[in-house]
């Protein structure tokens, strides 16, 4: 049974970075089959994709936040991590992260994590 | 990018009766190359997750109740919840993945009436 699991800080502070890890079970990370992405909802409001990475390291980002982040894999872990520079109180949401089938580009999400509540706050 | 947009914004239906929620792409999603269209629907309820219902436009994920459907083509699409039931209250969401670059709509609330 597949399982996705975010973890990381829950504050941080404004012009810090945000860390998140999401650990894959139940299934290979390596797999040439899916692409892993991440996603954010801030409280009350929709889903906004972040970006998404490929085994081998390809990666996709939101072009709106492009500048501040980073998604890497860590295969020996069954592990990837985003990486949001330079926070402000707008990057306070619930951060997703999720698995999506590729046929070449990424597709959509089949399975998702629980997700981790980060809040931007001094 | 492309732009998702959905109506209404929010609906309150009878239990039993019919539940339509429409997407607009500001381009068209249909690839010509396999006559497929690059268009998912999920259901996302208070405190959870988003779960996939739908995708490549009409196509059910496993599991999911046969009173959900999804059709249309091109930039215009629908979800239809056929006999709404209590436990389908939730905001539901489009995407396309017509491109890497991935957008949801800004989601559609569903309620009983």
């Known amino acids: 049974q597949l399982q996705l699991q975010e973890s990381g800080p829950g504050l941080v502070k404004p012009s810090e970075t945000l860390s998140l890890t999401c650990t894959v079970s139940?299934?290979?990370?390596?797999?040439?089959?899916?692409?892993w992405g991440w996603i954010r909802q801030p409280p009350g409001k929709g889903l906004e994709w972040i970006g998404s990475i490929y085994y081998s390291g390809i990666t996709f980002y939101n072009p709106s936040l492009k500048s501040r982040v980073a998604i890497s894999v860590d295969m020996s872990k069954n592990q990837f991590s985003l990486k949001v520079s330079s926070e402000t109180a707008a990057d306070t949401a619930v951060y997703y992260c999720?698995?999506?089938?590729?046929?070449?580009?990424?597709?959509?999400?089949?399975?998702w994590g629980q997700g981790a509540l980060v809040t931007v706050s001094s | 990018d492309i732009v998702m947009t959905q109506s209404p914004d929010s609906l309150a239906v009878s239990l039993g009766e019919r539940a339509t929620i429409n997407c607009k792409s500001s381009q068209s999603v249909l690839y010509s190359s396999n006559n497929k269209n690059y268009l998912a629907w999920y259901q996302q309820k208070p405190g959870q997750p988003p779960k996939l219902l739908i995708y490549w436009a009409s196509t059910r994920e496993s599991g999911v109740p046969d009173r959900f459907s999804g059709s249309g083509s091109g930039t215009d699409f629908t979800l239809t919840i056929s006999s709404l039931q209590a436990e389908d209250v939730a905001v539901y969401y489009c995407?396309?993945?017509?491109?890497?670059?991935?957008?949801f709509g800004p989601g559609t609330k569903v309620g009983i009436k």
């Open positions: 139940g299934g290979s990370i390596s797999s040439r089959s899916y692409y």
């Open positions: 995407q396309h993945y017509f491109s890497a670059s991935v957008t």
């Open positions: 999720a698995r999506q089938p590729r046929g070449g580009d990424p597709y959509y999400f089949d399975f």
